[in-house]
């Protein structure tokens, strides 16, 4: 089983759940996350001030899939959550070792 954890804009989201869905993907955690790559925050207009944010706010979508699956996925996340302007976001691909439903005591793929 692989983890995918994709970092997308915040207002992709939604676009970017429903094509998952689409493909059966039957859950994910979702998190507000705030970072910088390559960006390294902007500066905005407040009341007439200028300021710099160094952090962007991103959406942080985990799934934990079947190892056979994990393509279709990172391209389904991919088409859906492209705009095509810098900070589009990254996608990391790990290895899950173990997995465990705690309700059940079911392990592997069973479990997820």
Known sequence: MKKITAIIKPHKLDEVRTALSD?????????EVKGFGRQKGHVELYRGAEYTVEF??????EIVIATERVDSVIETIVQTARTNKI?????????VEQTVRIRTGEEGSEAV
């Open 87 to 95: 900070g589009d976001g990254k996608i990391f691909v790990t290895n």
């Open 23 to 31: 493909i059966n993907v039957t859950g994910m955690t979702v998190t």
């Open 56 to 61: 962007v706010l991103k959406t942080k979508i």
